[in-house]
């Protein structure tokens, strides 16, 4: 084990230093060699500081110290502010307070430490926009094709209309809150180990707004809003996919100070269909047809997203040929061009044949045998 060195040496004092001298020592050296300091930051000097002055300044500590150096803790199984470089803040405010007789918070000192000395809490007297909201909607599929108008049962708060959104009875009633000027937040300064810690907090007479009403509005009582439940009317455009959104202005929530309301999201949520898949603006579809038919060719009648329509299958349209509708697919959402439909042709194989159904296959196979 490395010898430790003498806690007076580490302090810079002589041995019969006033408690004066030593508190006066240690604050220069916990503040030059604190690991947060940039250009003089020490971990392992400031732990040696710190323990010299957990013992030196305490008079019992300090006098067993003297008469059995460090064995006098050894033997006690401790070692004053070993592993801790801020073990001994609450020692020495319990012994007698190393940073002066000011009272200060040791909550700022460790901002000071870890935050430059300056709280960033600041409120905005200015009018400020709410934030926004997102809510999700359900539709069917085929609202996404063809687009409807919806109604929701919405609640919200709005801008108070009687005022304005400012809570007060006409502009005369708004004064500047004297006790920040306007501000909305004030200043106060506290000694710590770096010097002075000013630190900025909400104006508690005024909320942070920085403005007094001294008649407030009788409709939102000075809140400046009312709760307001209506039918909210959305447009869903044609061609609208899943998980996109549409913007409703104004209906997010509430503003600050007499600011604007934020905006809703209203996110799309699309039910499957039993028939059609889309991928992007395009649709696809499965098509089962017999073997018959597939062989010689047909048109047949398939479902589209805008009803039924005529294909016609080649002959000899072989297993899961995908044929294209063009302009079957959906309208996009910016320039209303339609996409295609994709039909995947699924050939059907009789499980079963009538005895005519058989000669008649046979007869086919003969046939492509060369047989008669």
Known sequence: MAQKRDLYECLGVKKNASKDEIKSSYRK??????????????????KEVQEAYDILYDDK?????????????????????????????????ASGNPFGDEGIDIGDIFSSFFGGGRSSRRSSSGPTRGSDVVMRLTIDFMDTINGKDVSIPYTYDMPCPDCNGTGAKTP?????????????YIRTQKRSLFGVVETQDVCPT????????SNPCSKCNGKGYVRSKIDLKIHIPAGINNGQQIR????????????????????????????FTRNGNDIYIDLPISMV????????????????KILTIPSGTQPNTT???????VKDLKTQKPGDQYVNVKIIIPTSLKRNEKDLLMQFKSIRQGKK
């Open 61 to 93: 500590k300090r006098a067993a110290y003297d008469q059995f150096g460090f064995a006098a803790f050894d033997q006690a199984g401790t070692n004053p502010g070993q592993g801790n470089p801020f073990s001994g803040f609450s020692q020495g405010f």
């Open 323 to 329: 044929l294209r509708m063009r302009g079957y697919g």
């Open 172 to 184: 005369n009633d708004v004064k500047t809150c004297p006790q920040c000027n306007g501000r909305g």
């Open 29 to 46: 050296l916990a503040k030059k060699y604190h690991p947060d300091n940039k250009e003089t930051g020490d971990e392992a000097k400031f």
């Open 293 to 308: 038919d597939a062989a010689l060719g047909e048109d047949i009648e398939v479902d589209t997203v805008y009803g039924k």
């Open 206 to 213: 005024c909320g942070g707004s920085g403005k007094i009403i």
């Open 248 to 275: 409703v202005n104004g209906k997010g929530e509430r503003g600050r100070n007499g600011g604007p309301n934020g905006d809703l999201y209203v996110q799309m949520d699309v039910k499957k269909h039993p028939i």
